[in-house]
């Protein structure tokens, strides 16, 4: 179980690898993004992304769940106050195999809840190519160790 004393600035947790269905991004876009781009192969390719494309909100779900398993799912985490931001940078296509990792940029104990922590994150998802797809910074509250709380 990791704590808010666990996330140390310059830790780094390896995301592992999701390659991109085209079913499930139509899936994904028909109930939540249904935009031409998202949900035919033809249109998207006549768009400017190049073919079937992932919403952005699709990748960052995709981001979600890959913090959950590299760390989250075994943490104390008591949820986030907030995204400072996320840019989505490259067209996900069907195919592209995602990977990526979340890097602590800073820590500090709640002034006003002594038994939490907020730990901001750098958060990175790279296709196949090593080129960014999606990047966000985003804080996580923790709780302490040593509050005795467990979660």
Not at 18 to 32: L, T
Not at 44 to 72: C, E, N, Y
């Amino acid at each position: 179980m990791l704590y808010f004393e666990d996330f140390t600035p310059g830790r780094r947790f390896d995301y592992r690898p999701v390659e991109m269905q085209a079913a499930d991004m139509i899936a994904f876009a028909g109930e939540f993004d249904p935009q031409p781009m998202h949900l035919d192969e033809e249109a998207g390719r006549r768009s400017i992304l190049g073919g079937l494309s992932a919403s952005g909100w699709h990748t960052s779900a995709i981001g979600m769940r890959m913090m959950i398993d590299a760390f989250l799912g075994n943490s104390s985490s008591q949820g986030s106050p907030g995204i400072e931001f996320m840019d989505w940078k490259k067209p996900v296509l069907a195919g592209d195999v995602l990977s990526g990792f979340s890097l602590v940029l800073e820590s500090r104990p709640s002034k006003s809840k002594p038994g939490v922590g907020f730990v901001k994150f750098r958060n990175e998802i790279s296709n196949q190519s090593g080129e960014p797809v999606a990047v966000s910074e985003a804080t996580v509250i923790f709780r302490r160790r040593e509050s005795g709380h467990q979660p």
